[in-house]
């Protein structure tokens, strides 16, 4: 948590979202730092799996307390890794109007590829 604020705070990334949702693309782009915005997407999307992978064992263990299952799990780990690979590559290139806009439409892109990619893989092994 800590290091997801320091990120967020040394990228100017609060500034960049403001000047980006007032249409002011030039200065989203100057107000922001690319070498601290390059870690926001690794930071942020571990620490989605790291809670993806604690909500998994704390269902685990109360299956095996003999508590029930819910009925609705997420298996979605291919969607964060393709999110992060996406907001990564979609800021650095930044081939939209601001890195803010390209970061979330390639992460947005990669993450449902990535899911994509996980459900023909876990479909094939079911065969």
């Not at 249409?23 to 100057?30: F, H």
């Not at 909500?55 to 003999?66: F, H, M, P």
């Not at 803010?100 to 459900?119: E, N, T």
Request: aromatic share 18%.
């Amino acid at each position: 948590m800590i290091w997801e604020i320091t990120v967020n705070q040394m990228s100017n990334l609060n500034w960049a979202v403001h000047h980006f949702l007032r249409g002011e693309w030039e200065q989203s782009l100057a107000v922001v730092n690319f070498h601290w915005l390059l870690y926001y997407p690794s930071v942020f999307t571990f620490d989605l799996f790291l809670a993806y992978n604690k909500a998994r064992d704390i269902n685990y263990e109360l299956e095996q307390r003999g508590i029930p299952r819910p009925e609705k799990i997420s298996h979605y780990p291919g969607f964060f890794w393709g999110l992060m690979f996406g907001m990564t590559c979609g800021a650095s290139w930044c081939f939209l109007t601001s890195p803010i806009a390209s970061g979330l439409v390639a992460g947005v892109i990669c993450g449902v590829g990535g899911h994509a990619i996980q459900w023909f893989s876990k479909r094939r092994d079911d065969f």
